[in-house]
């Protein structure tokens, strides 16, 4: 901001003052200073116009400088608006005061030429930082919610009606903790009889993990596409851990992982395989509503060592049995005292939720987690999948 371009406002009941004031600034180069003969002409023309700098008289009849600064302040359009205070005061107290109240500086009468130019070029080279800055937050806001829509947009937002061909009810959430995330969930259908579904926890948070979390959903549905186009009939879960464990180690100079659990489900017998890369265990529960849960061998996140490899488990599911995957976000939730969720409040409430539909229990944990936060701010993203098998009598 240059002189020429600084619009000043001078606040000064005594018309000498005014003047004298107003002729010393111009001299030093700024071409646009108004005046106002007391606060409330002040107040009034800072609503209607665009001020940079106000250089405010303490000691005026009606309203003193020091009741303009507090209007001032307190109004959010326009507290940003720097104030040097001026007056023939010299006490400590007043200066204290003024600090206290929100002024830039402090000017004594009579004016000192070269401090009143160092004290307003401080002053609105100040104030113009202040303007980049927020105008760098207001863009990176932007590009913020750019990416998370961006991120919204890769997961599935639809889910599918649970038909007689395929006897799945299925619901998921994803929460970032911050404007962007590194969780994920995904599922779609390779094969008309086939489900593929997978819940996965970038290790971090922020723009790095969701673009980690972006590659990690690519790599595994081109992973499957893949298998399916060389022919093989079930595309089992280790084999595509093994191939995105592999590429997601090169290149990873920020030493990323991710945990993944995944799965996939044959519609028609209930046939579940699945391999778990490190992931918190998920839970099958049962139409009598008991809670089970699907451990395997330890198996590390991937990213990290590009020679491991990873197995897959099977189970049948039963008529109206519920798969419940979620991130450690979900039990790690917090309240303001510090306090986990935990697995064992996780656990009582999947059991009374036995035979509810995938929606209910997504809805209810998020519901149940967010009471217990009870408002404060999240430590980790959170990410839940639920599935409930439900074939007909004929479809068996």
């Given at each position: 901001?240059?002189?020429?371009?600084?619009?000043?406002?001078?606040?000064d009941d005594?018309?000498?003052?005014?003047?004298?004031?107003?002729?010393?600034?111009?001299?030093q180069?700024y071409?646009?200073?108004?005046?106002?003969?007391?606060?409330?002409?002040?107040?009034?023309?800072?609503?209607?116009?665009?001020?940079?700098?106000?250089?405010?008289?303490?000691?005026?009849?009606?309203m003193?400088?020091?009741?303009v600064?507090?209007?001032?302040?307190?109004?959010?359009r326009?507290?940003?608006?720097?104030?040097?205070?001026?007056?023939?005061?010299?006490q400590l107290?007043?200066?204290?005061?003024?600090?206290?109240?929100?002024?830039e500086?402090y000017l004594?009468?009579?004016f000192?030429?070269?401090?009143?130019?160092a004290?307003?070029?401080?002053?609105l080279?100040?104030?113009?930082l202040?303007?980049?800055?927020?105008?760098?937050?207001?863009?990176?806001?932007?590009?913020?919610?750019?990416?998370?829509?961006?991120?919204?947009?890769?997961?599935p937002r639809e889910?599918p009606?649970?038909?007689?061909?395929?006897?799945?009810?299925?619901?998921?959430?994803?929460?970032?903790?911050?404007?962007?995330g590194?969780?994920?969930?995904?599922?779609?259908?390779p094969?008309p009889?086939?489900?593929?579904f997978?819940?996965a926890?970038?290790?971090?948070?922020?723009?790095d993990a969701?673009?980690?979390?972006?590659?990690?959903?690519?790599?595994?549905?081109m992973?499957?596409?893949?298998?399916h186009e060389?022919g093989?009939?079930?595309?089992?879960?280790?084999r595509?851990?093994?191939?995105?464990?592999?590429?997601?180690?090169?290149?990873?100079?920020?030493?990323?992982?991710?945990?993944?659990?995944?799965?996939?489900?044959?519609?028609?017998?209930?046939?579940?395989?699945f391999?778990?890369?490190?992931?918190?265990?998920?839970?099958?529960?049962?139409?009598?509503?008991?809670?089970?849960?699907?451990?395997?061998?330890?198996q590390?996140p991937?990213?990290?060592?590009?020679?491991a490899?990873?197995t897959?488990?099977?189970?049948?599911?039963?008529?109206?049995?519920?798969?419940f995957?979620?991130?450690?976000?979900v039990?790690?939730?917090?309240n303001?005292s510090?306090e986990?969720?935990?697995?064992?409040?996780?656990q009582?409430?999947?059991?009374?939720?036995?035979d509810?539909?995938?929606?209910?229990?997504?809805?209810?944990v998020?519901?149940?987690?967010?009471?217990?936060?009870?408002?404060?701010?999240p430590a980790?993203?959170?990410?839940?999948?639920a599935?409930r098998?439900?074939?007909t009598?004929?479809?068996?």
């Amino acid at each position: 901001m240059t002189c020429f371009e600084a619009r000043l406002l001078v606040v000064d009941d005594n018309e000498d003052n005014r003047y004298t004031l107003r002729q010393r600034l111009k001299r030093q180069g700024y071409a646009n200073v108004e005046t106002a003969t007391n606060g409330r002409e002040a107040l009034e023309l800072l609503g209607q116009r665009e001020i940079d700098l106000v250089l405010l008289d303490v000691m005026m009849p009606e309203m003193n400088g020091y009741e303009v600064l507090e209007q001032l302040k307190a109004d959010p359009r326009r507290r940003d608006i720097p104030v040097i205070m001026i007056s023939a005061l010299d006490q400590l107290e007043s200066v204290i005061r003024c600090v206290e109240l929100g002024a830039e500086d402090y000017l004594p009468k009579p004016f000192n030429p070269t401090l009143l130019a160092a004290r307003v070029g401080a002053s609105l080279e100040k104030k113009r930082l202040r303007d980049e800055l927020r105008a760098s937050l207001s863009r990176l806001e932007k590009e913020l919610e750019a990416a998370r829509r961006l991120q919204v947009s890769m997961l599935p937002r639809e889910f599918p009606a649970c038909t007689e061909q395929q006897p799945v009810d299925i619901h998921a959430l994803m929460q970032a903790a911050r404007e962007v995330g590194g969780d994920l969930y995904d599922f779609f259908y390779p094969s008309p009889d086939r489900l593929c579904f997978l819940v996965a926890d970038v290790s971090g948070k922020g723009a790095d993990a969701a673009m980690f979390m972006a590659r990690t959903r690519s790599l595994v549905r081109m992973a499957v596409e893949l298998l399916h186009e060389v022919g093989a009939t079930d595309v089992a879960p280790d084999r595509v851990l093994n191939t995105v464990n592999r590429e997601l180690c090169q290149n990873n100079r920020e030493k990323m992982f991710v945990s993944v659990f995944m799965g996939t489900l044959d519609v028609r017998t209930g046939a579940l395989a699945f391999a778990n890369a490190g992931h918190p265990p998920p839970c099958r529960i049962s139409a009598a509503r008991r809670i089970e849960r699907l451990g395997s061998a330890p198996q590390p996140p991937l990213g990290i060592r590009p020679a491991a490899r990873y197995t897959t488990s099977a189970i049948e599911l039963e008529v109206a049995d519920t798969l419940f995957v979620c991130t450690d976000g979900v039990c790690e939730a917090a309240n303001a005292s510090g306090e986990m969720y935990g697995d064992e409040r996780l656990q009582a409430l999947l059991e009374v939720s036995g035979d509810s539909s995938a929606q209910a229990v997504v809805t209810q944990v998020k519901d149940a987690i967010d009471a217990f936060a009870a408002g404060a701010p999240p430590a980790d993203d959170v990410t839940m999948l639920a599935l409930r098998w439900r074939p007909t009598a004929a479809g068996r």
